[in-house]
């Protein structure tokens, strides 16, 4: 039996799973706050290369193994040559060019989390074996992934498949990156107060009013979910995925989500032949992340794996 | 010297052109009109069938040899198998689902116009070289394709790279094929009239009162061009080429475009390290298509190109 590990590296939490390579058979979950280690300054290290070397160690004592394969994930650009990310402003801090596998003294293929989230939902969630897919993650920005072919979309400098700044309103202001009425603005948890004219904090919040028949709740939903459609839209028609996987803290809304962006697309969709898109809840949640990082360490050992 | 032919067949006109395969030189152009063979009926097949056969023989008098290498482009979304146009509602009757290699007896490589037009200037036009590549064509419509890691985005059913369906208005009303306010009604020909009042029925009629210092016409093409720029920004985010090829009859006004783009991609593009997608204007005009088919049949016959 042949194992491996895919290890997400976030900003609060570093979550891993291992499993055999094989079979196909999850061994073993671990995770760890990403700045557990408090003296890790002292090592010259980044507290959060301590989280990772402590998460790996963890999985390894429960398989009784090490693992020959290794995957990890983590905010940002990758590098071309997958081994590092080679571009994370004003975030983790020492992430920047940290070459993975000097530190974990293995072969460590890096890649980045949207990228790995949606490899994940392909390889052991909703997505499973489609060759042309979109992964929107609402939370408290909107961000997602593109396979297009049967590839990951990287692009030219690794970033492809930022979902969320897609303009949807070009005359009115940017976004944090500069877009226009961006997706992220018009459906994201960040500008859920100024959205509702600060009645609301959290999209949760929202939600509640949406249920108990409030009728200002509704019509900021109606429009978040119009808008969210008319990105989809967008995307069906550049990237023509056979479905869109939606993800993210918002999607815990499904119920709320799925038959208004349906009733939307119905009105926005073209479809020639009378072929639609699909539209399906993300299924790893949390650690799609984490089975994406395995997935592409997978794919780029086919040796190993 | 092994000869190759691309054919675009276009709603008026079949262009083609013939090269030396080995050294890469063109060694004839032709064309004729579309329906020039008047009794075509009478042969059991469409007009355009003729006139496709017209234009290869031409070609291959000039040359004075067969061609081992075949392409053709045409409107519609060619079949997965590239052997023809598999949908194409409402024009051309009888081109969807016509099969050319019977027709043409010899293996031909079938591919959308505008996905050629791309390959067409990856081979031998402004985007020579490049591996993540957008074109976007303004014309009576907006059109376009998407080359990434080094190939063509066809998506799930042949559908991708409809790039004037992008929703830049979620709010307004929708476009011929169902987005709401989308690049091609922010852009288009078509759409013209409607955003000028009435005013003027072709854009090089707002090209010519911008020149003559005209401020209602100012207002109307800068705000185009933030539509422009807007649809820019979002696909620079979602598929992050290092170019955007900018093609179609309005581009003859490029003295116009290139600043007024230029300028609000500086507010609108996000530029991680610095780094800013390159605007350049298509090179092989109406001939792109031809190049293309051909460019697409000697990648899909790689032993006889």
């Not at 571009?87 to 920047?96: D, K, S, T």
């Not at 072969?107 to 790995?116: E, F, K, R």
């Not at 492809?160 to 961006?182: K, N, Q, R, V, Y």
């Not at 109606?222 to 550049?238: C, P």
Request: aromatic residues 6%; proline residues 4%; hydrophobic residues 45%.
């Amino acid at each position: 039996m042949r194992h491996g590990i895919g290890i997400d590296l976030g900003g609060t939490t570093v979550k891993g799973v291992a499993f055999d390579c094989d079979g196909g058979q999850m061994l073993a979950q671990a995770s760890q706050p990403t700045d557990f280690v408090v003296n890790a300054a002292d090592s010259g290290q980044p507290a959060f290369a301590h989280a990772v070397r402590c998460v790996v160690a963890d999985l390894e004592r429960d398989i009784g193994a090490p693992a020959k394969v290794m995957g990890l994930s983590a905010p940002g650009m990758a590098s071309a040559g997958s081994d590092r990310i080679a571009y994370i402003p004003n975030r983790l801090e020492g992430l920047q060019d940290f070459v993975w596998s000097d530190w974990l003294q293995r072969p460590t293929a890096v890649l980045n989390d949207a990228h790995a989230a949606l490899l994940g939902e392909i390889w052991q969630g909703s997505a499973r074996g489609l060759s042309d897919v979109v992964l929107l993650t609402l939370g408290t920005g909107v961000g997602g992934a593109v396979v297009t072919g049967g590839k990951l979309l990287r692009g030219h400098i690794g970033r492809g498949g930022h979902l969320g700044h897609i303009a949807l309103d070009f005359m009115a202001e940017g976004d944090i990156c500069g877009t226009p009425g961006s997706l992220e603005d018009q459906v994201g948890n960040a500008t859920i107060a100024v959205r509702s004219g600060g009645r609301f904090a959290m999209t949760h919040e929202l939600i509640e009013a949406l249920e108990a028949g409030d009728s200002e709740a509704r019509d900021i939903w109606d429009r978040s979910m119009r808008a969210l459609a008319a990105g989809v839209t967008s995307l069906v028609n550049v990237l023509d995925p056979k479905a869109v996987i939606i993800g993210g803290g918002i999607s815990t809304a499904w119920h709320h989500i799925e038959p208004a962006l349906n009733r939307w697309l119905d009105e926005f969709e073209w479809r020639p032949g009378g072929a639609r898109v699909e539209i399906r809840r993300a299924k790893l949640g949390e650690w799609a992340g984490a089975y994406g990082a395995l997935a592409f360490a997978l794919e780029a050992s086919p040796s190993l794996g």
